[in-house]
Each structure stands twice: as C-alpha cells, then as structure tokens.
C-alpha cells in the first residue's frame, strides 16, 4: 500500500513538470546514452525515495532533482555544447529555465545550482541538495554501463564479426 501511495505522490510532483513543452522536449536530446528526460526521471525517483526515508523534505529534494538538467539544445552554442565547458554552465542554464516556468524556492536553487559539484565549485548547502548530487553521480554511472559502454561493446563487437568474416 505504501509503494501505491508513494507512487502517486511522485507523479503528482512530476505532473506540474510533464504539462510543459519545453520540458518534454528533453525526450529529443540524447544524454548519457539514453534520453535527458530519463536521466532526470531515475535521479528524481531515487532522491525522492532517499529523501522521504531520511525525512527531508522530500517534495522539493524531488522537484529540485526534476529541474536539474532542465536545459535544451537552443539554450546553448553547438561550440558550447561540444565542449567540457557545458559541464560547468548547465547549471545556471538550468536554473534560468526553471525560473521561467515554476515557482522555485531556495533548496530546489541550492540541488540545481550544486549538482555538478565538484566539476563546479558550488557545494551542495542543504541535506536535500547532496542527496540530489549524490544520486546524479550513481544514475550517470549506471547509465554509462547501461547505455554508453554497452554502444561501445556493440559497435566493438560488430566490427570484430565483420572482420573474421573477411
């Protein structure tokens, strides 16, 4: 019963996020070998149950964590884009378009802004914002093994078949 409720409390948070187009839009981009928008969905539903059992406030530890990565490919150069440099500068990108389009309060500013810490300087203040960096690092290590090295050991793998058959 406890599963169904926290499932419906989740998706009452991230209903507000789903109702913007630009929000969807980051099904489009291609991030960490899937997609931006689930990268986003695993780090908020693994800080939203880390933070609902550490008692935080788990609502904005949640909401923070959906606006994390909220960035598109308009909100950038491509030469930004291509290089490192977007590592360190998504985060106000980020914070500027969840400004635009919800209410944000200074915990949901804290994880959004601290995220990319230690790549950034910005060190996480509030309980809620580590859990959201926490959780980001182990979601972007899974889904390298999941998505990007599994590509690689495809591509590898094909292309050692396709040279025993020469």
Do not use: W
């Not at 070998?33 to 939203?48: D, Y």
């Not at 598109?72 to 914070?95: C, F, G, N």
């Amino acid at each position: 019963m406890r599963i169904m409720k926290n499932k419906s409390i989740y998706y009452d948070i991230y209903s507000e996020f789903n109702n913007v187009n630009k929000y969807r839009e980051m099904k489009n981009i291609v991030h960490h070998g899937n997609n931006r928008l689930s990268h986003i969905n695993r780090v908020a539903k693994l800080s939203f149950l880390i933070s609902k059992k550490l008692r935080l406030d788990y609502i904005s530890c949640t909401r923070g964590a959906m606006m994390h990565d909220f960035f598109t490919m308009e909100d950038s150069s491509r030469e930004e884009y291509k290089k490192i440099q977007l590592l360190k500068v998504h985060p106000s990108k980020a914070l500027y378009n969840s400004l635009q389009y919800f209410d944000v309060n200074d915990i949901e500013k804290d994880i959004i802004l601290s995220h990319m810490y230690p790549i950034t300087r910005k060190r996480p203040e509030c309980m809620e914002a580590k859990v959201v960096c926490f959780t980001d690092k182990i979601v972007s290590i899974y889904e390298f093994f999941r998505y990007q090295l599994k590509f690689s050991v495809n591509i590898g793998m094909i292309f050692i078949i396709r040279f025993m058959h020469i």
